[in-house]
């Protein structure tokens, strides 16, 4: 069982600055990733995710912007915001790509936190 628990969200003016923190508990399972999505129509893209070997991918919406890092000991991952746009509005999920081994074989998964809003607006 994975369990995510987020925090940091809030609102803020444009061009101001948030952190988002994710801790993650995982009983059975390893954490190979972790990462931010947040919701779009029907979906959540992507918008920064971290593998466990420090390996980063962004949106374009949000390189040079959003910076994510991660601390595998510990399973947090953090997301530092800065000059934000109103168009980066949402609910932003935190998530962990998990992998559980049986005898069966591996079992790879993907585990989401509750949401935090972010709200840009003057």
């Known amino acids: 069982q994975v369990q995510l628990v987020e925090s940091g969200g809030g609102l803020v003016r444009p061009g101001g600055s948030l952190r988002l923190s994710c801790a993650a508990s995982?009983?059975?399972?390893?954490?190979?990733?972790m990462g931010w999505y947040r919701q779009v129509p029907g979906d959540r893209e992507l918008v920064a995710g971290i593998?466990?070997?420090?390996?980063?991918n962004y949106a374009d919406s949000v390189k040079g912007r959003f910076t994510i890092s991660r601390d595998s000991e510990k399973n947090t991952t953090t997301m530092q915001m800065n000059s934000l746009k109103p168009e980066d509005t949402d609910v932003y999920y935190c998530?962990?790509?998990?992998?559980?081994?049986?005898?069966?074989?591996?079992?790879?998964?993907?585990?989401w936190g509750q949401g935090t809003q972010v709200t840009v607006s003057s």
């Open positions: 998530a962990a790509d998990t992998i559980k081994y049986s005898d069966f074989g591996p079992t790879v998964g993907r585990s």
């Open positions: 995982a009983t059975g399972f390893s954490i190979t990733g």
């Open positions: 593998t466990n070997g420090g390996i980063t």
